[in-house]
């Protein structure tokens, strides 16, 4: 007789494409001793794009020959191209375009969508998309469920066109080194309701918010940090300050400069569990 599933998603993982069991990415200890990850298969599809960036000296001169190759591969045109009668009634999902929806609202099916790619690829579950994904099923997952398979978004290859973006971003991080040589990032997170998200400490044992400084937080399986706490404090009443590992940047500021969220010093990273410190409430 099969075991009855786990109707808590806390416990869930999915396998993945990244050659790490799910359940080490998305702990606090990963966070503390990365390894470098790569969506299998996505840099040997497209070598060509690889070498043409390795001959790439500049930042800005790498980002254009990326978002040029995107748009042939992808067949996307930019918003200003002129476009027949029928090819401007087609929506072409596009990588810009969903960074751009995620930028309006990110529980709405831009963020569905990123999630699903995030839990198809690094397999991490998300917890909260409308509210919060508890137990299954619940009003949120199927929410969640019919949403990230919209086709306004989800068509074109966009999970192919974000296992780019990821696979970019990582080759500009290690090219370039826009925020050096160590192997974490510290950024910050506004959040309202603190309350609702699930805390640990660091022997595993839960515990209120009220009980310790320093704690191990169930974050979304992709959100967006903040560069600088004064930004944070714009978007919560608690701000939370974390060392997220470079390897699960998956967009920050400058990467593109000629995409949404690159002027809002706003860091989009694969989530999971990490260690958090109250900086202000």
Not at 84 to 99: D, V
Not at 180 to 195: A, I
Not at 244 to 261: A, D, E, I, W
């Given at each position: 007789?099969l075991?009855?599933?786990?109707?808590?998603?806390?416990h869930?993982?999915?396998?993945?494409?990244?050659?790490?069991?799910?359940?080490?990415?998305?702990?606090?200890?990963?966070?503390?001793?990365?390894?470098?990850?790569?969506?299998?298969?996505?840099?040997?599809?497209?070598?060509?794009?690889?070498?043409?960036?390795?001959?790439?000296?500049?930042?800005?001169?790498?980002?254009?020959?990326?978002?040029?190759?995107?748009?042939?591969?992808f067949?996307?045109?930019p918003?200003?191209?002129p476009?027949?009668?029928?090819?401007?009634?087609?929506w072409?999902?596009?990588?810009?375009?969903?960074?751009?929806?995620?930028?309006?609202d990110?529980?709405?099916?831009?963020?569905?969508v990123?999630?699903?790619?995030?839990?198809?690829?690094?397999?991490?579950?998300?917890?909260?998309?409308?509210?919060?994904l508890?137990?299954?099923?619940?009003?949120?997952?199927?929410?969640?469920?019919?949403?990230k398979?919209?086709?306004?978004?989800?068509?074109?290859?966009?999970?192919q066109?974000?296992?780019?973006?990821?696979?970019?971003?990582?080759?500009?991080?290690?090219?370039?080194?826009?925020?050096?040589r160590?192997?974490?990032?510290?950024l910050?997170?506004?959040?309202?309701?603190?309350?609702?998200?699930?805390?640990?400490?660091?022997?595993?044992?839960?515990?209120?918010?009220r009980?310790?400084?320093?704690?191990?937080?169930?974050?979304?399986?992709?959100?967006?940090?903040?560069?600088?706490?004064?930004?944070?404090?714009?978007?919560?009443?608690?701000?939370?300050?974390?060392?997220?590992?470079?390897?699960?940047l998956?967009?920050?500021?400058?990467?593109?400069?000629?995409?949404?969220?690159?002027?809002?010093?706003?860091?989009?990273?694969?989530?999971?569990?990490?260690?958090a410190?109250?900086?202000?409430?």
């Amino acid at each position: 007789m099969l075991p009855e599933a786990d109707p808590q998603p806390r416990h869930w993982y999915a396998t993945n494409l990244v050659g790490v069991p799910s359940c080490v990415l998305g702990s606090a200890e990963f966070n503390a001793h990365p390894r470098p990850l790569h969506i299998v298969g996505t840099r040997e599809a497209h070598a060509g794009l690889f070498h043409l960036l390795a001959a790439c000296g500049q930042p800005a001169e790498a980002a254009e020959v990326f978002m040029h190759y995107l748009s042939i591969a992808f067949g996307l045109q930019p918003e200003s191209a002129p476009t027949s009668p029928s090819e401007a009634r087609r929506w072409r999902a596009s990588y810009i375009k969903l960074l751009q929806g995620w930028g309006g609202d990110s529980n709405g099916p831009a963020g569905a969508v990123l999630k699903g790619w995030v839990e198809s690829r690094f397999g991490l579950v998300p917890c909260y998309h409308r509210g919060l994904l508890g137990r299954y099923p619940s009003p949120p997952w199927v929410a969640y469920m019919e949403e990230k398979a919209t086709s306004r978004f989800h068509n074109n290859c966009i999970h192919q066109q974000l296992d780019l973006l990821y696979e970019f971003c990582q080759w500009a991080l290690r090219r370039h080194a826009p925020f050096g040589r160590h192997p974490t990032l510290t950024l910050w997170r506004g959040v309202n309701q603190v309350g609702e998200h699930e805390a640990w400490s660091e022997d595993g044992s839960p515990l209120t918010w009220r009980a310790a400084v320093r704690r191990v937080v169930r974050f979304n399986n992709v959100l967006s940090f903040a560069l600088d706490p004064r930004q944070a404090e714009c978007f919560g009443d608690t701000v939370l300050k974390v060392q997220v590992p470079q390897v699960k940047l998956l967009f920050y500021p400058g990467l593109l400069s000629k995409v949404p969220l690159s002027g809002e010093s706003e860091v989009l990273a694969i989530g999971g569990d990490m260690a958090a410190e109250v900086w202000r409430a």
